[in-house]
């Protein structure tokens, strides 16, 4: 039996104006398929989304979607199980909003990350996801390699190869590290700087209020006040994986000095998802020894 006529076209008009109305209806709906590896060092999928338009995250392997970390306040959990998860975002994350979700298998920590940003002519609304796990092969060379670096951490190896010297190392804590950027919510608890003649050791500890995304540093600076000149890190690490709301842990940052032995810095830390904390006058000189 057929609608009225009259009754028909109310019904279109009004279907049509929920569709013009609709966060990101003018935007491609993309399905695709991913692989990750849940290993911490791995950059977050990225994941185009939209204000009030569900994705839908499938994954091939069990998940414990009860445990996700997102901002609660930006994006909705529709649906969360152990094989996949629905969500909206309520804002538009220009930005990007960090979603991680555990593996409930495998090694501990293991877990997919995604990196929800907006993106004006797509949105993602289904993503398959794969994890990527380890061979047996792959585990053994892991291990082979951290047994490698820890054979390599003993004092005489340091002297061995050429990192300690007769100037010795000298520390000493940043001048102000107390300085909170407002664009992350990050704040810098401790600093302290470890400086040889060639190289320099900096431990930073920061806080990441509750509310807030878990961080996971993407890109950390070290930059001349004097020349501008940048410091090339030879490696960055954070103390855990992430780094969740409402707690602190160690961000460690290994460089080479340059030639001309610049002592005032400027420290920049980047996140996956663009939060910045900037650290002004990182005073990196020297200690004189006393005697």
Not at 106 to 117: T, W, Y
Not at 254 to 271: C, G, K
């Amino acid at each position: 039996m057929s609608l009225p006529h009259a009754l028909l076209l109310t019904f279109l008009l009004v279907v049509g104006a929920g569709a013009q109305a609709q966060p990101g209806s003018a935007r491609v709906q993309r399905q695709r398929a991913v692989t990750v590896t849940g290993a911490p060092s791995e950059p977050p999928t990225v994941v185009h989304v939209a204000q009030g338009v569900a994705t839908v995250l499938v994954f091939a392997s069990q998940v414990n979607g009860a445990a996700v970390e997102v901002d609660r306040e930006r994006v909705k959990i529709l649906d969360d199980g152990n094989w996949s998860l629905v969500f909206e975002p309520l804002v538009e994350p220009e930005e990007g909003l960090l979603l991680s979700v555990p593996f409930t298998e495998g090694k501990a920590g293991a877990r997919a990350v995604f990196l929800l940003v907006s993106s004006p002519s797509e949105v993602d609304t289904r993503l398959d996801v794969a994890w990527l796990k380890p061979t047996v092969e792959e585990c053994q060379a892991q291990l082979a390699e951290a047994q490698a670096r820890c054979s390599k951490s003993s004092p005489i190896r340091f002297l061995r190869d050429g990192w300690l010297d007769r100037g010795g190392v000298s520390a000493r804590n940043f001048l102000d590290c107390g300085q909170t950027s407002s664009a992350s919510g990050l704040r810098c608890v401790d600093g302290a700087a470890y400086r040889a003649d060639t190289w320099v050791l900096v431990a930073v500890t920061l806080f990441n209020p509750p509310g807030q995304p878990p961080w996971v540093p993407r890109e950390v600076t070290l930059k001349s006040v004097k020349t501008g000149a940048l410091l090339k890190p030879r490696a960055v690490e954070l103390e855990a994986a992430r780094l969740p709301p409402g707690a602190e842990g160690r961000v460690f940052l290994e460089a080479e000095l340059p030639p001309s032995q610049d002592a005032v810095f400027t420290l920049e830390l980047t996140d996956a998802a663009g939060r910045r904390l900037t650290l002004g006058t990182v005073d990196l000189s020297k200690k004189e020894s006393k005697r």
